[in-house]
């Protein structure tokens, strides 16, 4: 079985600084897949951010980065030079070795952006 | 490109009453596609999935159901909603790594 934990229900962070959300999963899988969306008061889910458990690097998308160490089974996301409307909840989710590649997602984290 | 709808994008219905939530998919063929619920403040809990025409999975044991009955057309049912139906309903669908989801049903069941 596979599961997501975000440990943080709410953060805040100043405009213009970083902030990272912690993201940690478990399975026995040896080859996974790590998601992280980005979810608007609207309620639609936006696809951030992809990393391959096999990928040598950490990925990037813009202002958005997967600190993704391996050992420690952490996945975390960065975000830089947060803005107003990075504001939302955030998802982090997991895709292991399964015939439909579906989705675990964690519990969610609702960032706060104070300008 | 690809592009996903859902409809409708919101949904009052009285307990017992039936439902029908839809979801198609345009710009691709024979995708993974996926219903998933989103109860208030929490996060996402797989329904359904189907990897072709006909073929359908469930996850959770409930009084749901779902059909695809062509392609790119997922459909969600239920013959008798219960009050803990409401919530977020999501369709996602899978070109590869990623999976992408569409607007949503915002459904309340009084």
């Known amino acids: 079985a596979q599961k997501i934990t975000q440990t943080q229900p709410g953060m805040f962070v100043q405009e213009k600084e970083a902030v990272t959300l912690d993201c940690t999963y478990d399975t026995s899988d040896p080859s996974y897949g790590l998601f992280w969306y980005k979810q608007p008061s609207s309620g639609e889910m936006i696809f951030l951010i992809y990393q391959g458990s096999y990928d040598q690097q950490n990925a990037t998308e813009g202002r958005y980065s997967l600190n993704f160490q391996k050992a420690r089974k952490s996945a975390n996301l960065v975000i830089s030079a947060s803005q107003l409307g990075d504001s939302a909840m955030y998802f982090c989710?997991?895709?292991?070795?399964?015939?439909?590649?579906?989705?675990?997602f964690g519990g969610g984290t609702r960032l706060m952006v104070k300008p | 490109s690809q592009t996903i709808h859902q409809w409708p994008a919101t949904l009052v219905q009285p307990v017992g009453s039936p439902l029908s939530l839809e979801c198609t998919v345009e710009?691709?063929?024979?995708?993974?596609l996926y219903w998933y619920r989103q109860a208030a403040g929490r996060g996402l809990q797989l329904l359904f999935y189907s990897v072709g025409i006909g073929q359908i999975s469930s996850e959770v044991p409930q009084n749901l159901s779902a059909s695809r009955p062509q392609d790119r057309q997922f459909i969600l049912s239920s013959k008798k909603l219960l009050l803990s139906d409401s919530g977020f309903y999501l369709c996602a669908w899978t070109p590869g790594n990623e999976q992408f989801f569409g607007p949503g049903t915002r459904l309340t069941v009084l």
């Open positions: 710009g691709t063929s024979n995708p993974n």
């Open positions: 989710a997991m895709r292991g070795h399964n015939a439909g590649n579906m989705l675990t």
